[in-house]
């Protein structure tokens, strides 16, 4: 239809897909039947100006990233299905928070945020405790989590890296690794450039255009005498 459509995610039962509808004067989050019978139906709160969203596991609740002018990019929580449900701040500071995403067991909720000068991930309950910590070391962006709810993957530095962290005694990072030792370029600050497959060993990333490739040339030295011969011509004895 009219305007712009990104930002696909798929409902928890894989049912619909949400994506983000944009036109010249709003900013939507909507969701459509994957089989296409019904129409489309707006999900994000009328005059929210939701940029992107994901849907919590048991599919009742919607996260939102808003940009307001006074505070910029804010992460929002609002329930779906209920009309009267009026939307409650998750994240909302002078500094630019985005890229939400729930955990499985939906817990967690790993978010970028620029709160230390560059985008690092970090991490915080989505319900109750409102303090958040910080998964990454070096620079993070783009979390997403395995499917058993254990890891949480980000890009850094052109890595792609995991991160394990535990909440007892007190919070605490218990494993960092790299998962791609190099060539993951993120470049997308409104939705993830990649995807993790369920058994978190496989990977779906972009190739940049224009990429280096290797190309090997068996027999090159024949083939270069004979075409240096044929551009010097005869030679006389």
């Not at 089989?35 to 999900?43: E, F, Q, V, W």
């Not at 994000?44 to 006074?70: F, H, M, Q, W």
């Amino acid at each position: 239809d009219d305007g712009s459509n990104e930002c696909p995610e798929w409902s928890p039962d894989g049912s619909r897909v949400m994506y983000r509808h944009e036109t010249r004067t709003s900013s939507e989050l909507w969701w459509r039947e994957v089989n296409g019978d019904t129409p489309a139906k707006r999900i994000s709160p009328l005059g929210a100006n939701a940029r992107e969203g994901v849907i919590a596991p048991t599919g009742k609740s919607l996260v939102y990233r808003s940009v307001d002018p006074r505070t910029g990019d804010d992460l929002w929580i609002t329930a779906l299905g209920s009309a009267d449900s009026a939307p409650r701040p998750l994240v909302v500071t002078q500094y630019s928070e985005r890229l939400p995403r729930i955990s499985p067991d939906g817990r967690w909720l790993a978010f970028e945020s620029n709160e230390s000068g560059t985008f690092e991930v970090y991490v915080r309950a989505l319900r109750g405790d409102t303090r958040t910590y910080r998964l990454s070391e070096h620079g993070g962006q783009q979390p997403l989590w395995a499917a058993d709810g254990k890891r949480v993957f980000y890009g850094s530095g052109g890595h792609l890296e995991s991160v394990r962290f535990a909440m007892s005694p007190g919070f605490s990072v218990t494993e960092r690794r790299i998962v791609i030792a190099d060539g993951v370029i993120l470049i997308n600050g409104r939705h993830a450039d990649y995807d993790v497959a369920r058994d978190g060993t496989h990977f779906l990333l972009g190739a940049p255009k224009g990429a280096d490739s290797l190309i090997v040339v068996p027999g090159w030295r024949a083939e270069l005498r004979e075409l240096t011969a044929r551009k010097q011509g005869p030679t006389t004895p």
